[in-house]
């Protein structure tokens, strides 16, 4: 399979603990965008990467979130000390083109009890 | 504020039927983009229409676009039970990256 894969696809965490996702974008793509969706919302920005820079962040990500793509490949988003209201939806995206088609992982469903 | 706005919220529609769905969006763009989503999955591109296309086909979908009004319809004509999902229209922010701006999705529902 060649399209964009995301791990977990579901994660159940106490409040207070840190979790940690995962994202393999497509081999070409250099674009990485990370999302999170809540329940009957559209996907909210998070974090643009263009190869390992990351060149902008949301005011959405808090300092209890942070984002890696060490090699230009793989992208890790990590989360602290977990809050209720993190729990979402996150979803990778990878692109060719800025502007262009993005192409979406599964997500990784997060639930903070 | 999110960039896309689609109306209607919720459509419900039987098999056969065709589904149009709007959105409305506020900057200028470059481009507008569909995507789908089924219940507790990723989203999947349907289609891309450039600022300079007013009409564009993709097997059973029909989306138009209209600078003008900034706006853009996207239609699911003879509708099956499998195109149950949700549908979002998405700008990308042309000055941030490509990054896309979507709206809350109108949710479909197709019975057999």
């Known amino acids: 399979d060649t399209g964009v894969s995301q791990d977990p696809r579901h994660k159940i965490t106490k409040r207070g603990q840190n979790v940690t996702f995962r994202c393999d974008p497509i081999s070409e793509h250099n674009r990485l965008y990370w999302y999170r969706q809540t329940l009957g919302q559209g996907p909210e920005f998070l974090t643009y990467f263009q190869n390992e820079a990351q060149l902008e962040k949301s005011r959405l990500l808090s300092d209890r979130f942070s984002a890696e793509r060490p090699k230009g490949s793989f992208s890790t988003l990590e989360i602290q000390r977990t809050e209720q209201g993190d729990s979402a939806m996150y979803l990778c995206?990878?692109?060719?083109?800025?502007?262009?088609?993005?192409?979406f992982g599964q997500g990784t469903r997060l639930t903070v009890v | 504020s999110q960039q896309g706005e689609e109306d209607p919220q919720a459509l419900s529609i039987q098999e056969g039927e065709n589904a149009t769905m709007n959105c409305s969006y506020k900057?200028?763009?470059?481009?507008l983009q569909w995507y789908r989503q089924n219940s507790g999955r990723g989203l999947v591109h349907l289609i891309l229409i450039r600022s300079n296309e007013r009409e564009k086909h993709s097997g059973r979908l029909r989306v138009t676009l209209d600078t003008s009004k900034k706006s853009s319809s996207l239609l699911i004509t003879a509708s099956r039970a499998a195109d149950t999902a949700s549908y979002f229209c998405?700008?990308?922010?042309?000055?941030?990256?490509?990054?896309?701006?979507f709206g809350a999705g109108t949710q479909v529902v197709v019975t057999p």
């Open positions: 995206a990878s692109s060719l083109e800025v502007s262009g088609e993005a192409f």
């Open positions: 998405a700008t990308p922010k042309t000055d941030s990256w490509g990054k896309l701006q």
């Open positions: 900057t200028s763009i470059n481009n």
